[in-house]
Every structure is written in structure tokens, then in C-alpha cells.
């Protein structure tokens, strides 16, 4: 069945940058149909959407973080990766990868998530 | 953006009984052209990622028990636990991901038992 997997630090220091990994097993990235996407929980709170790309490199960001996020393809590695600015304490959260089905059936498979903390 | 918001914040139902949890869209997520309503309903348990229950507003995603039920269409929809389960308590939330993103979630809604 399709996995989808996180990697990256767990702690990260103001002003730097995040770079996380979603690795995905069983299925390929290039065999289109789906948006690869990228969540996130701020501790004890709601979900909120960052992003996604398709396997060509298109990508569409969440208005309120696009001067700072980037989201890129490795077709090559089936892996999608996530990169965020100038991070602060407020960028503390749990940080999911899933996968949409492109005009079906939703954010059908996650990650288990990685928490990340913005701290010095 | 649309605006996805949840009624009621938390609700505590006895086993057995039925939940109703609300969810209004800031505009309408139906899809004229192929009458889909671009709705999602994901469950949450403590210390995992959501799950997706129902997609289209109201189809059951695979093994998703029959006593989950979705319905609404274009701004008003509703998930329906018809008897609550010990292994239901969760938080629950919408999503839209109709047409041009950002994908926008409700706030959630917290099951509890009574």
C-alpha cells in the first residue's frame, strides 16, 4: 500500500531555514493523478494547509506563507521536499506530507507527521 | 479563500447514540459540472495524522464503518456518527478542496463520550 514518510530535524533555530522530506512508497510521484502536499498542526490546534506540487513541478502555496515556502520534486528518489524561511516560534508545529487525488477523493493518504520546533 | 466553519466546537454523546457534527463553507463547493461536492470529512485521533472518512460530501471512503454518514451540498453539509463508538473519540474536521487552492479546513470538532 502507499506510504508516504517525514524526514527532517526536529529542532531548528530562529531565522533559519526548515527543510523537510516526504519519501513515498508504493507508488510513484510521475505516474501523475495526484498532488503532493504538505500540512501542518500548530500544537493543540487546527490544520493547516502549506502547499502542494505535481510531479511535472507545479506548485501552488497557501497565500499566507508564499513569501517563504518552496516546494519541490525529486522524481528520480520519489520524494517531494518542503523549504520555509525566516522561521520563528510561531512555525512550531507538526508537520504531515499527504497526497491528494487531483479533483477526487480528498487527502487520501498521510505521513505520521514530524514535529518541529522553532527554538534557539 | 474560502471559509470552512464547524458546528458545534465539542460534543460529549453517550455510546450508542448519534453525533451530528456541522460544517458550513464560506461559498458554495459544488461542482455544476459533474454535481460533486468538493467536501472531505477526516477524523483525528490523539498523536495521529487524520484520516480520510468521506470525500464528495457524502462517499465513504474503504473501510470506512457504514455508521459514518456524510450529506449537504453547496455550502451546508453534515457528518453523522449514527451510534457512537468508544474507538470514535476523536476530533473531526472538514475540508474543501474545490477548485483553486488554498485548501481550507473547519476548526475542528472534539467527540467526547458522556
Known amino acids: 500500500q502507499v506510504q508516504l514518510q517525514e524526514s527532517g530535524p526536529g529542532l531548528v533555530k530562529p531565522s533559519q531555514t526548515l527543510s523537510l522530506t516526504c519519501t513515498v512508497s508504493g507508488d510513484s510521484i510521475s505516474s501523475g493523478g495526484y498532488y503532493w502536499t504538505w500540512i501542518r498542526q500548530h500544537p493543540g490546534k487546527g490544520l493547516e494547509w502549506i502547499g502542494y506540487i505535481f510531479y511535472s513541478g507545479s506548485t501552488y502555496y497557501n497565500p499566507s506563507l508564499r513569501s517563504r515556502v518552496s516546494i519541490s520534486v525529486d522524481t528520480s528518489k520519489n520524494q517531494f521536499s518542503l523549504k520555509l524561511t525566516s522561521l520563528t516560534a510561531a512555525d512550531t508545529a507538526v508537520y504531515y506530507c499527504a497526497r491528494e487525488g487531483i479533483g477526487t477523493v480528498g487527502m487520501d493518504v498521510w505521513g505520521q507527521g514530524t514535529t518541529v520546533t522553532v527554538s534557539s | 479563500d474560502i471559509v470552512m466553519t464547524q458546528s458545534p466546537d465539542s460534543l460529549a454523546v453517550s455510546l450508542g447514540e448519534r453525533a451530528t457534527i456541522n460544517c458550513k463553507s464560506s461559498?458554495?463547493?459544488?461542482?455544476?459540472?459533474?454535481?460533486?461536492?468538493?467536501l472531505a470529512w477526516y477524523q483525528q485521533k490523539p498523536g495521529q495524522p487524520p484520516k480520510l472518512l468521506i470525500y464528495w460530501a457524502s462517499t465513504r471512503e474503504s473501510g470506512v464503518p457504514d455508521r459514518f454518514r456524510g450529506s449537504g451540498s453547496g455550502t451546508d453539509f453534515t457528518l453523522t456518527i449514527s451510534s457512537l463508538q468508544a474507538e470514535d473519540v476523536a476530533v473531526y474536521y472538514c475540508?474543501?478542496?474545490?477548485?483553486?487552492?488554498?485548501?481550507?479546513f473547519g476548526q475542528g470538532t472534539k467527540v467526547e463520550i458522556k
Open positions: 475540508q474543501q478542496y474545490y477548485s483553486t487552492p488554498p485548501r481550507t
Open positions: 461559498q458554495s463547493v459544488l461542482n455544476s459540472s459533474n454535481n460533486r461536492n468538493y
